[in-house]
């Protein structure tokens, strides 16, 4: 069965400073991996996905992400964090054969000013 | 840019009561699916639509919960009897074609109270 660990529930980083949200993920099979970003009160929104190919992905607003193989890991970025990047963050895995996306258990950014 | 829109945002009701929450996938999208979230916890997928049949379901969609695509942009989810434990965000999403690595767009959800 696939599955995604979101080890941190919770990330604190200071304003200018890189961030990481880290994600592992279950191996079966080639995995889809995706990130998503929830604001209170909204639904979720795509920020970015590998599927194949260069192993680091861009993505909206500035984040990117890297799949890592050996590692099983797929860990989010951004080089320098913004006080509006202060969301909670999920990543997912879907496969060839599954359609559904499968969430880890989310991490709180809070990005300091 | 689309977006998917469902309705209502917010759904208070009593147990044992029938609920349909409503979603309007983007237009061009042919995969339609219901996730929820319980406070606290995970997002959970419950089902997928296509071709206006469901493609997979989750342990969780049992015989209280359907789907339907009465018309040509609505795609609904229909919790029968409602139970306190129904009580979650629901979303609904859509993708363009081959799901498992096309993105899927979520909608804003809709909090269902369960009392």
């Known amino acids: 069965a696939q599955s995604v660990a979101q080890p941190e529930d919770q990330v604190n980083v200071a304003e200018g400073n890189p961030l990481t949200v880290k994600c592992t993920y279950s191996v079966s099979g080639n995995p889809y991996l995706f990130w998503y970003v929830q604001y209170p009160n909204r639904g979720l929104q795509f920020l970015l996905k590998y599927i194949t190919g260069d192993n680091l992905v861009k993505g909206s607003y500035g984040f990117e992400a890297e799949f890592n193989k050996s590692q099983t890991s797929f860990h989010l970025k951004k080089p320098s964090a913004l006080v509006s990047d202060s969301a909670l963050y999920f990543c997912a895995v879907s496969y060839r054969s599954a359609r559904q996306l499968t969430f880890g258990s989310g991490t709180q950014l809070t990005v300091l000013p | 840019e689309p977006e998917v829109t469902q309705t209502p945002s917010h759904q208070v009701t009593q147990m044992g009561q029938e609920v349909i929450l409503r979603c309007v996938p983007i237009s061009n999208h042919l995969y339609f699916y219901w996730y929820r979230q319980i406070l606290g916890q995970k997002v959970e997928f419950l089902v997928s639509f296509y071709n206006n049949e469901i493609s997979e379901k989750s342990e969780i969609f049992d015989d209280q919960f359907s789907v339907e695509r009465p018309d040509g942009s609505n795609f609904t989810l229909k919790i029968r009897s409602t139970k306190l434990e129904d009580s979650a965000m629901y979303f609904c999403?859509?993708?363009?074609?081959?799901?498992?690595?096309?993105?899927?767009?979520f909608g804003p959800g809709t909090r269902l109270l369960v009392l």
């Open positions: 999403a859509s993708s363009p074609d081959r799901p498992a690595q096309e993105t899927q767009y």
